[in-house]
């Protein structure tokens, strides 16, 4: 059985090695019967070697996620064509598209059977420190509980774009500081494609800085 529907199209997508180095991100641009095809409009693609072995971990916000094992047939700085697709069947989800980070931000609690307009807000800062297109791990002074939720603001691309939260797990940084992992709820369309484009260029930044030190003279 094919590995993966035409409804994964126009998906965003990491491009990594074996091993977990990220080679770089796209979009599926084409869904064929025996091959993916993988661009990126914001960036040149790196030229891989023929038959290079590949894992390719998609991300669709209604279908979720998924990941394959193929090789390269064709590659060039427009576009990447990878054939032999093998569906991975255990992968770890919490490392998809995930970026390390320290953005400071600010957050309000939701409760329950009352909206923002009804209650005095209650502001409280945050440090987002991971951040991917299913969630967040913020670090906060501020007590939270499981199930809890929270409207969260990021600044990308000089607007402040909202995110509504809620905490999933807890672990504590120090004496001082809490640490959450939180999902993203119900967001937009719009805020999707704010959020895919940032990690992206940041994700193209990580790979610039790596092949930068890699070329560095010893």
């Given at each position: ?23 770089t991100t796209g979009i599926l641009s084409e869904i064929r019967k025996d ?184």
């Open positions: 059985m094919y590995p993966l529907s035409e409804q994964y199209q126009h998906s965003p997508c990491e491009i990594k090695t074996l091993t977990n180095e990220l080679l091959s993916v095809k993988v661009q990126n409009s914001f960036d040149i693609l790196p030229t891989l070697h023929c038959n290079m072995p590949v894992k390719i971990n998609i991300y669709n916000e209604s279908l979720g996620f998924k990941v394959l094992i193929g090789k390269v047939f064709l590659s060039t700085s427009e576009m990447m064509t990878i054939t032999d697709l093998q569906s991975l069947t255990e992968f770890e989800r919490r490392s998809f598209f995930r970026l390390k980070v320290n953005i400071p931000t600010r957050a309000f609690l939701l409760q329950e059977d009352s909206s923002p307009e009804e209650e005095e807000m209650k502001l409280f800062g945050v440090t987002v420190t991971d951040l991917s297109l299913s969630g967040v791990f913020i670090t906060t002074r501020e007590y939270l509980d499981i199930g809890q939720s929270f409207i969260m603001t990021l600044e990308l691309y000089d607007m402040e774009v909202t995110f509504c939260c809620q905490v999933q797990r807890t672990s504590p940084v120090d004496y001082a500081l809490n640490g959450y992992g939180c999902s993203f709820l119900d967001n937009s369309t719009r805020q999707f494609d704010l959020l895919c484009k940032f990690i992206f260029e940041k994700q193209r930044e990580q790979i610039k800085n790596s092949r930068e030190e890699k070329d560095e003279p010893k």
